[in-house]
């Protein structure tokens, strides 16, 4: 059985609120524990941040799919008219942003395609339930 919850928000700093709370509240969901929880959330943030860096209109897109043992994360930007497309493919953070998702997530990646930057993340839980 796989859970789908999509998420649409202007790229407003003050609105990753939003993704950070979905983030937790799909892996509750999906029985992971705490710090489980906590690391999917941060992980979330970063990968909002990565996308967004630099923008100051459009909308960033978020799609949560869960199954029994993951939940993967698909983050879009969609650049406002007239704004070029950023984020990721021209980070400068040293791979800061690489780093802390290596330590978060199981798997990450991302790309750049039309303007259109894309990041997505998998995070396992690692408890089985009894």
């Known amino acids: 059985m796989t859970d789908v919850v999509e998420l649409s928000l202007p790229v407003e700093a003050d609105l990753l609120v939003l993704a950070r709370l979905t983030a937790a509240t799909v892996a509750s969901r999906a029985s ?26 459009g909308r960033l897109e978020l799609r949560f799919s869960r ?3 993951q939940i993967e994360v698909l983050g879009t930007l969609r650049p406002g008219p007239g704004v ?5 493919a021209g980070q400068s953070d040293d791979g800061l942003s690489q780093r802390i998702l290596d330590a978060l997530v199981d798997e990450h990646g991302h790309e750049s395609t039309d303007g259109r930057s ?12 009894a």
């Not at 992980?43 to 923008?55: H, K, S």
């Not at 894309?118 to 339930?129: C, D, E, F, Y």
Request: with cysteine.
């Open 32 to 57: 992971f524990d705490v710090e489980e929880i906590e690391d999917l959330r941060l992980a979330v943030d970063e990968l909002c941040i990565a996308l967004i860096q630099g923008q100051g209109d």
């Open 67 to 69: 199954d029994e043992d």
């Open 118 to 129: 894309q990041a997505w993340l998998r995070k396992r839980r690692a408890r089985q339930q």
């Open 84 to 88: 070029p497309g950023g984020g990721i």
